[in-house]
């Protein structure tokens, strides 16, 4: 998860304490009736916590309920609070205690109370996680709202913890947030974009990029960003791949420097024929927001979206994967919005919506290489996606809290030692999903 509003918005849920391949089972369920609370540009911080009451009430209201079929038959099977049936690994969630791991014997392990989200960083050896500032001089925008989240880098554990970056004192007129936080590769580094707003108007005032060395404190100022959820991604440990303050071009930016190269921009001919070919008619990318390189260096390709409409109205969304002198571009069908998340040996889901706001997406799944796409069950809007280690499982977590699992199509499992069999789980707890690790 790259953006504060996702975090806040956990922290919300903590506070209240057709299928193109017949490898996936069948699954029933209902949708949730919450919207995400997701926008382009929203001011990330600026979120109301639901009282604890309250919300306990509405999650009891809106539970779905979810059936999944085995891959053999009718048969159905239901998991529940202290069972778990997924192949193998372990999964990273939080509750309204905090960050806990699930194993496949139902077993849980808490490591971070009071911790709200994570993510996997490092090579997948550290965990980066983020909780309601505990600063005093951060003072909230408004009554029932909370100004930030403070940043720790930690073992996968929980032990080693260290604060990386803590919301900053309230000065003045100006409020101050943190997005887009991501550490380097190696795990030396952070960076961000340093957000403000007005405190009376709530109007964006500035977003600038910065980078810190974690093992001496020492920060650069690395220019203007953009208002943009997805404003760079690591190139390498010293440089990254940041999108230009008017987002038009992707430029090379050292974090020890600040010099900046031009990386690629829209108006690039090969860029321009990408998504013209996934959006006939649509006329040339206005917009590109990085999204992250593969996983798998012999698969290696960096996602970036291409974006038409305007800078103000992004629309018509495009995927394009750049590696290896070879473009692929994807829009599976008609929405206009779409999002990549990366799965293991170069695998890849790609989610579409018609809106920020809409219940029900589409979901496909596909690997670098080729240009097929398979279509994958949806549910509602999936808050989160993520593949088992082996990529052979989908894992699909509702903002309800409920999760579904899914096979991964088999043409998609050749690389593997087949696509896994499993006896499906599905939970419903209010848990919020975040990672599926070895």
């Given at each position: 998860?790259?953006?504060l509003?996702?975090?806040l918005r956990?922290?919300?849920r903590a506070?209240?304490?057709s299928?193109?391949d017949d490898?996936a089972p069948?699954?029933?369920?209902?949708?949730?009736?919450r919207?995400?609370?997701?926008?382009p540009?929203?001011q990330?911080?600026?979120?109301?916590?639901?009282?604890a009451?309250?919300?306990?009430s509405?999650l009891?209201i809106?539970?779905?309920s979810l059936?999944?079929?085995?891959?053999?038959?009718g048969?159905?099977?239901?998991?529940?609070?202290?069972?778990?049936?997924?192949?193998?690994?372990?999964?990273?969630?939080?509750?309204?205690?905090?960050l806990?791991?699930?194993?496949?014997d139902?077993?849980t392990?808490?490591?971070?109370?009071?911790?709200?989200?994570?993510?996997?960083?490092a090579?997948g050896?550290?965990?980066l996680a983020?909780r309601?500032?505990?600063?005093?001089?951060?003072?909230?925008p408004?009554?029932?709202c909370f100004?930030?989240?403070?940043?720790y880098?930690m073992?996968?554990?929980g032990?080693?913890?260290?604060?990386?970056?803590r919301?900053?004192?309230t000065?003045g007129?100006?409020?101050?947030?943190h997005?887009?936080?991501?550490?380097?590769?190696d795990?030396?580094?952070l960076a961000?974009?340093?957000?403000?707003?007005?405190r009376?108007t709530g109007?964006?005032?500035?977003d600038?990029?910065w980078?810190?060395d974690?093992?001496?404190g020492h920060?650069?100022?690395l220019?203007?960003a953009?208002?943009?959820?997805?404003?760079?991604?690591w190139?390498n440990?010293?440089?990254?791949?940041a999108?230009?303050?008017?987002?038009?071009?992707l430029?090379e930016?050292?974090?020890t420097t600040g010099?900046k190269t031009?990386?690629l921009?829209?108006?690039?001919?090969?860029?321009?024929?990408a998504y013209?070919?996934?959006?006939?008619?649509?006329g040339?990318?206005?917009?590109?927001?990085?999204?992250?390189?593969?996983t798998d260096?012999?698969?290696s390709?960096l996602?970036?979206?291409?974006?038409?409409?305007?800078?103000?109205?992004?629309?018509?969304?495009?995927?394009?994967?750049?590696?290896?002198?070879?473009?692929?571009?994807?829009a599976?069908?008609?929405k206009?919005?779409l999002?990549l998340?990366?799965?293991?040996a170069?695998r890849?889901?790609?989610?579409?919506?018609?809106?920020?706001?809409?219940?029900?997406a589409?979901?496909?799944?596909?690997?670098?290489?080729?240009?097929?796409?398979?279509?994958?069950?949806?549910?509602?809007?999936p808050?989160?996606?993520a593949f088992?280690p082996?990529?052979?499982?989908?894992a699909q977590?509702?903002?309800?809290g409920t999760?579904a699992f899914?096979?991964?199509?088999a043409?998609?499992c050749h690389?593997?030692?087949g696509c896994?069999?499993?006896?499906?789980?599905t939970?419903?707890e209010g848990e919020?999903?975040i990672?599926?690790?070895?």
């Amino acid at each position: 998860m790259k953006t504060l509003e996702d975090r806040l918005r956990a922290a919300t849920r903590a506070a209240a304490a057709s299928v193109a391949d017949d490898s996936a089972p069948p699954l029933v369920l209902s949708p949730s009736k919450r919207h995400r609370l997701s926008a382009p540009g929203w001011q990330r911080w600026r979120r109301r916590l639901i009282p604890a009451a309250a919300a306990a009430s509405v999650l009891a209201i809106i539970a779905t309920s979810l059936a999944i079929a085995g891959g053999g038959g009718g048969h159905r099977t239901t998991g529940h609070a202290g069972t778990a049936s997924f192949p193998s690994g372990r999964i990273l969630f939080a509750d309204s205690w905090g960050l806990r791991w699930l194993y496949p014997d139902g077993k849980t392990t808490y490591i971070a109370h009071g911790f709200i989200g994570a993510s996997m960083v490092a090579g997948g050896t550290k965990l980066l996680a983020w909780r309601p500032t505990q600063n005093p001089h951060a003072r909230p925008p408004c009554g029932g709202c909370f100004a930030d989240v403070d940043y720790y880098l930690m073992n996968l554990n929980g032990s080693g913890r260290r604060l990386v970056l803590r919301a900053e004192p309230t000065s003045g007129k100006v409020q101050v947030g943190h997005l887009s936080v991501e550490v380097s590769p190696d795990g030396r580094r952070l960076a961000y974009v340093r957000q403000g707003e007005s405190r009376s108007t709530g109007n964006n005032l500035f977003d600038q990029l910065w980078a810190i060395d974690l093992a001496n404190g020492h920060k650069i100022d690395l220019g203007r960003a953009p208002s943009s959820d997805t404003a760079f991604t690591w190139g390498n440990n010293s440089t990254l791949l940041a999108e230009s303050a008017n987002g038009t071009t992707l430029q090379e930016v050292s974090v020890t420097t600040g010099r900046k190269t031009t990386y690629l921009t829209v108006s690039n001919p090969r860029i321009v024929r990408a998504y013209e070919r996934a959006r006939p008619g649509a006329g040339s990318p206005k917009g590109v927001d990085p999204i992250g390189w593969s996983t798998d260096s012999t698969r290696s390709a960096l996602a970036v979206t291409l974006w038409g409409g305007s800078r103000l109205f992004p629309t018509k969304a495009v995927i394009a994967l750049v590696g290896h002198g070879v473009i692929r571009s994807y829009a599976p069908d008609s929405k206009p919005l779409l999002t990549l998340t990366w799965g293991p040996a170069g695998r890849f889901m790609i989610e579409s919506a018609l809106a920020t706001t809409a219940v029900k997406a589409g979901l496909y799944a596909g690997m670098v290489g080729t240009s097929k796409l398979y279509r994958l069950p949806s549910f509602g809007r999936p808050d989160k996606l993520a593949f088992s280690p082996q990529g052979t499982v989908i894992a699909q977590g509702y903002e309800s809290g409920t999760w579904a699992f899914v096979r991964a199509p088999a043409a998609m499992c050749h690389t593997s030692a087949g696509c896994a069999s499993f006896r499906p789980m599905t939970r419903d707890e209010g848990e919020r999903l975040i990672a599926w690790a070895p």
